[in-house]
């Protein structure tokens, strides 16, 4: 038996969707998209949850995350009730609900609140740079030390956490048995769903979006690499100064074409953008195309002009780390996988 | 008797002359006595071939003629019009079906196909020899309209038949006008209160002096018939005196002590002894509920000069040329507990809904406690499969929606629930729907084999529903207020007007149309129309349309003074008949009525209300009632014509095939029935209920057929049982 709460709209809205009122179910979306399946039908089920406001069941499914918006089922929709943004704005419910501090709700609800975060992590940055007097060497030194005890506090404070609520709220709450073996035998489909995002091929849109996608991915995984674990910033070696500077490009000359369709909102996708999906890829933009230009400005030694460029990296870095990542959009990277992998588990 | 009668057989394009050997029947009833045309035509109905025939009738004389082609209900005026183009009397003509009786049938047995078309051809000629040619009966009518009930469409209807030029008497039982539509504060889909609309009608119709409305009125007694309906109404008196001025009746309604069931508010709140359904309705006089005060003596004297409760109730007789009824609906009122109703003290109808959103103009407050929530749940007393009412009710998914739509927009933090089985918001309707569930109306499907259930849970009302939508899930909705969608349902009086008018009543207790879709407004009852939702459920526009139509069909009925009607009635031979009464008795339309025929008492058929069902006629003791175009000679003849003994040729090879013998009837297969009732007369003699009992045949049929077979010497009477109450049958 469920309560039917017609307040969770309301709740919902203010994470971007607003039309799914107007469904009348009749079932076009589900019928369009090429992901849904018999056993793993969506999207109208998601709507129906939500204009009920079933709280608990939407918060036991994992449909939101098997969804890969190719907005087929807004644009066929005969009521336009934007089944495709809704699934995205549960995505963006979901990520707060899985976050144990409530600040990613806090920031998705609220632009103020998140311009607010991002002017005080500037404003640290600069004060950091003050306490160092501004020497380039000591503040590369910080950043590089930064990185690392960020990915770790982040990773096991925040994400494994949250992972773990995703877990709760999924397998554990809904009562699904699962054998420990099965846990073994399915992680497989973690590592793939989480490098490759293959399930994004099943969409019929495009797959060059896919390969934008994919491309984006591994060469932001693999600057995060080179950065941290190879110390791109502070190396000599030639094959990692290239191969950072490679990878840097890689990920601002793909993001220009998201920022791009993100301001033209030309595709189902871009057409309902929230700050949040906003930040996400300016951001990346500005890593990838800070840190090239770091690496570029140490490279031809300009070390006066670097100073004020790697302040701004650093800020943007802090940024991402200490606002995007544990906060924002960055998580769907592992929701996504994560929920692949939990369906899985849930398979009978 | 018809001396020159022409025969076309069609062969219809192939239709029926592939399996039926028309060629060789032309041939064959051309050498029937009294034919002297007959012959095989490609396509009867073609322009081509109607010329001809026009041509064969002059040329040949021709005093009848016989079309063998298709049914009736297709071509049966396509070729009476050609015999009255030919100078010939329409009812000289008879058409014989012989494509959907015997090509298409019986397309696996070409030559019994023949055989049977060939005794239908010749039962055709032998009718048609009989044929007299009939003319219409012209009806003198006044032009005047009784139009009874005056809500919107009876109101709307009498504008439009005295703007005609008829004399309009329009009656309403209430004291008031309006009807229903009086007690709807915005109407869909202009949104237009419902009372402006029965003010801006009521001072529309008092623009014309040849409307006369009566309020509190009833049908008592209806004679007469199309033309001249003479109609007995009863006008209940309102127990004020005509002398009384208008202040003093004002003063009387502000001080009366005594209240009263509120009907117009639908028993919501109580009103006093003296009242008007609402401040401005119409006619502007006050009504006095006399056995309600009769025990207010105080205030009846002091108002002696305005209240006269010993006023009597009028009689008077109307005479209309044509009725029109627009009676209306009643409410579906739910039983006690239905979904909580009455057990329950947040459930309300939405009529009743409707009412309090009226009294609440600023927040919606049902006994004492806001609403905030609704849950509406549809289909209430209609659409049962295992009820009475299995119809839709047509327009409450609408009147729901739009009260959703006026519940926000009047109180604004108001949050509706919607429990239906399907929604029918057709034609532009749809577009509230849209607008409903975008502003946040919830939607629930249930099935009628799981319906919602109402409880009560602490303090409040908690509706249990599988929602369909929602994979059978069982939902529970707290809601401040339950609406029961109730749908139409016939008026409780309907029965008493269908008898006063003898309109036929559907299983669903509305008022019956001749037709659907080509006589809609019509009555089997000639003059009498319907309009409005005594038909039906209708919504206010379809009301209104078809009262227009019933209102345009009495206009062109009425217009020239007089009424041409078929003449295939009964009649009744006067010098024959004994007045027994028994054909006055079986009549469904008061035809038929004592008269005076010199001396005698005999039976006189009224030929404006005949509709010529002949249902007189068999019960006819004397067998003195014929029924035109059915005359016992005409039957008779056909019979015999259909049971001659016909040689038919396999088509092609020219043989004569002999039919096995079977009996001695001049058919050469026995007609099913026959068969089944030779074979249950098991034993040597055996009476009717005996064969009734073998054969599990109808005992009416078993009769009619044994009557035959005996005539025909299939059987004979073998003496009477030992009763002496039934005949003994045995085989010849």
């Given amino acids: 038996m469920s309560r039917v709460n017609p307040k969770f709209a309301t709740e919902l809205s203010k994470y971007g969707s607003s039309d799914f009122n107007a469904c009348f179910n009749c079932g076009n979306c589900t019928a369009t998209c090429s992901l849904s399946t018999a056993d793993s039908s969506f999207p109208r089920e998601m709507i129906r949850y939500t204009t009920l406001g079933l709280e608990d069941d939407i918060k036991a499914s994992l449909k939101p995350w098997e969804c890969y918006y190719c907005g087929e089922c807004s644009s066929e929709c005969p009521r336009q009730a934007e089944p495709g943004e809704l699934m995205m704005s549960l995505r963006r419910y979901l990520t707060a609900q899985y976050d144990w501090t409530g600040l990613s709700g806090l920031l998705y609800k609220s632009l103020p609140l998140s311009i607010t975060a991002f002017i005080l992590t500037f404003v640290g940055v600069i004060v950091f740079a003050f306490s160092v007097g501004f020497e380039l060497e000591k503040m590369i030194h910080f950043g590089h030390l930064f990185e690392g005890i960020a990915i770790g506090t982040i990773g096991l404070v925040i994400l494994m956490p949250n992972i773990a609520r995703m877990w709760y709220f999924t397998i554990l709450k809904p009562k699904t048995k699962v054998p420990f073996m099965k846990y073994l035998k399915s992680m497989g489909e973690l590592f793939i769903h989480m490098f490759t995002q293959k399930r994004a091929l099943g969409c019929d849109d495009n797959q060059f979006r896919w390969f934008e996608h994919f491309i984006l991915v591994i060469g932001y995984l693999s600057l995060l690499f080179t950065t941290v674990a190879l110390n791109w910033f502070g190396t000599s070696s030639l094959f990692v100064i290239v191969l950072g500077y490679v990878m840097s490009a890689i990920v601002f000359v793909v993001t220009i074409d998201f920022v791009s369709s993100r301001i033209k909102k030309d595709k189902a996708v871009s057409k309902h953008s929230q700050p949040s999906d906003i930040f996400f890829v300016v951001w990346l933009f500005f890593m990838g195309f800070t840190a090239f230009l770091v690496r570029l400005f140490i490279d031809l030694d300009l070390l006066e002009m670097n100073k004020w460029l790697y302040i701004f990296h650093l800020t943007v870095l802090v940024q991402w780390a200490l606002i995007i990542v544990p906060f924002g959009k960055w998580t769907h990277f592992l929701y996504r996988s994560f929920a692949m992998y939990f369906a899985k588990l849930k398979e009978k | ?732």
């Fill in chain 2, 1 to 732: 008797m018809k001396q020159r009668i022409g025969v076309y057989i069609c062969h219809c394009g192939g239709n029926i002359s592939d399996y039926v050997d028309v060629e060789e029947l032309g041939k064959m009833f051309h050498q029937e006595e009294n034919v002297v045309v007959s012959k095989d035509v490609m396509f009867a109905c073609a322009d081509s071939n109607q010329k001809d025939m026009v041509a064969d009738i002059q040329a040949n004389k021709l005093d009848a003629i016989v079309v063998c082609s298709c049914s009736p209900k297709l071509h049966l005026h396509t070729f009476k019009n050609v015999a009255a183009r030919a100078g010939l009397n329409p009812s000289n003509y008879v058409q014989v079906n012989i494509r959907e009786q015997c090509s298409w049938p019986h397309s696996d047995r070409p030559r019994e196909a023949t055989v049977k078309a060939a005794g239908l051809i010749r039962a055709g000629i032998n009718r048609v020899s009989y044929s007299e040619s009939l003319e219409n009966i012209e009806l003198t009518v006044k032009k005047s309209a009784l139009v009874i009930g005056a809500g919107v469409s009876g109101m709307k209807a009498a504008i439009d038949l005295a703007r005609s030029g008829n004399e309009v008497f329009l009656i309403e039982k209430d004291f008031f006008v309006g009807g229903r539509i009086a007690q709807k504060q915005t109407l869909f889909p202009t949104n237009q209160n419902g009372k402006e609309v029965v003010t801006f009608l009521y001072n529309e119709m008092k623009k014309f002096p040849n409307i006369t409305i009566f309020t509190g009125a009833t049908v008592e007694k209806v004679s007469g018939s199309l033309g001249n309906f003479s109609v007995d109404i009863k006008v209940k008196p309102r127990y004020i005196k005509p002398s009384a001025d208008k202040r003093s009746v004002e003063r009387a309604m502000g001080e009366c002590p005594v209240t009263i069931h509120d009907d117009f508010n639908l028993g919501l709140v109580e009103r006093k002894a003296i009242y008007k359904n609402y401040p401005e309705a119409l006619p502007d006089v006050p009504v006095v509920d006399a056995e309600a005060l009769k025990d207010a003596h105080d205030f009846t004297s002091k108002f002696a000069s305005t209240l006269n409760l010993n006023e009597e109730a009028q009689t008077l007789s109307l005479i209309a040329g044509s009725v029109l009824v627009t009676t209306g609906y009643d409410h579906y009122q739910p039983k006690e507990g239905e979904y909580g109703y009455k057990t329950i003290s947040n459930v309300v109808t939405l009529p009743e809904l409707n009412r309090l959103m009226e009294m609440n103009p600023e927040k919606l407050v049902y006994k004492g406690k806001q609403i905030k929530s609704l849950a509406f749940i549809y289909c209430v007393g209609s659409r049962q499969t295992k009820g009475d009412n299995k119809y839709c009710s047509r327009q409450c998914c609408t009147s729901t929606i739009h009260t959703s739509l006026q519940l926000k927009e009047k109180y604004k933090d108001i949050q509706t629930y919607h429990l239906y089985r399907d929604i029918r918001t057709y034609g532009k309707q749809e577009l509230m729907y849209a607008e409903s569930s975008k502003q946040g109306d919830l939607y629930f499907k249930y099935e009628e084999k799981e319906m919602p259930v109402v409880s009560v849970d602490g303090k409040s009302t908690i509706v249990k529903v599988k929602d369909y939508l929602t994979a059978k899930k069982e939902m529970e909705i707290e809601a401040d207020l339950v609406v029961l969608v109730t749908g139409m349902v016939a008026r409780e009086d309907a029965t008493t007007i269908s008898e006063l008018f003898k309109i036929p009543i559907g299983r669903d207790k509305f008022f019956n149309e001749i037709h659907p879709k080509l006589k809609p407004v019509e009555t089997v009852i000639k003059g009498v129309y319907i309009g409005g939702t005594c038909q039906g459920p209708k919504n206010v526009s379809e009301s209104v349309q078809s009262s227009l139509a019933g209102a345009s069909k009495i206009t062109a009925l009425l217009k020239s003074g007089t009424v041409s009607v078929d003449p295939i009635i009964a009649s009744v031979d006067a010098n024959k008949c004994t007045w027994c009464g028994k054909c006055s008795d079986v009549c469904d339309f008061t035809a038929i009525k004592e008269v005076l025929f010199g001396e005698k008492h005999v039976a006189g058929v009224n030929k404006a209300v005949c509709t010529g069902c002949g249902i007189c006629a068999p019960v006819c003791p004397e067998n003195v009632i014929e029924i035109a175009q059915y005359t016992d000679n005409e039957i008779e003849s056909m019979i015999d014509g259909f049971m001659m003994d016909f040689d038919i040729k396999e088509k092609g090879t020219g043989e004569v095939v002999e039919v096995e013998e079977e009996g001695k009837v001049g058919m050469k297969e026995y007609p099913l029935v026959w068969r089944e009732i030779l074979a249950g007369m098991t034993a040597e003699k055996n009476t009717i209920p005996e064969i009734v009992a073998n054969t599990k045949l109808a005992g009416e049929l078993v009769t009619f057929h044994l009557m035959t077979m005996n005539r025909y010497g299939v059987v004979v009477p073998a003496g009477m049982d030992a009763k002496e109450t039934y005949y003994y049958y045995k085989r010849k």
